[in-house]
């Protein structure tokens, strides 16, 4: 018995696994061979291509292609029409499937709504891409980076507010007082 809704529209492949509770919406394809994790949310007109796992609360808004070779951990979220691209230098006459370059988003990492993500990039836990960015780089974890190519211009919060640093490297996050230290251009969360 399966413990996950799709809609009467969705396509799911043989030999798929997908997760207690995970929700997959209208015209949305689910191919062989993914793993999805519990409690996700396909949206409408979302493909996942064969070998994509997905860890457990992934929210894929609409009109998403999650491509071979793309990993992303718990929690993450991608935002409508953003993409991902699995082949650095793609040709139509080329065959290049034994080419893909893995994507690796993690824990808690947030990408913006018609953002695109070039293949063999890794970006950090609870990292905040925004809307349109052009990820050509990895991403640090609680970077906010915006723009094409995309830049970072700070520092976000578990919770994705913006985080001040005092003159001790240290910042709280305004919804949840969690502290942060940034030391060596990194950041940690302390507490």
Not at 62 to 71: A, E, F, L, M
Not at 113 to 123: K, L, Q, R
Not at 145 to 165: C, D
């Amino acid at each position: 018995m399966k413990e996950y809704f799709a809609h009467e529209t969705a396509v799911i492949d043989e030999g798929c696994e997908i997760g207690k509770g995970t929700k997959i919406w209208h015209f949305s394809h689910v191919m062989t061979g993914c793993v999805i994790g519990e409690s996700c949310n396909i949206g409408q007109n979302v493909v996942i291509s064969p070998a994509v796992r997905l860890g457990r609360n992934v929210k894929i808004q609409n009109n998403v292609s999650v491509y071979t070779g793309v990993v992303c951990e718990d929690d993450v979220f991608l935002g409508p029409s953003m993409v991902f691209t699995n082949v650095i230098n793609p040709r139509s006459h080329v065959n290049r499937r034994n080419e893909y370059a893995e994507t690796l988003v993690r824990k808690g990492a947030s990408i913006g709504a018609n953002a695109t993500v070039i293949c063999g990039n890794e970006i950090g836990e609870y990292a905040l891409i925004g809307a349109g960015a052009v990820i050509t780089k990895p991403v640090k974890a609680f970077a906010l980076v915006v723009g094409n190519p995309a830049k970072q211009i700070g520092w976000v919060s578990e919770y994705g507010h913006r985080l001040h640093f005092d003159e001790n490297g240290i910042a709280f996050c305004p919804e949840t007082n969690q502290e942060y230290k940034l030391t060596d251009n990194n950041v940690i969360r302390t507490k």
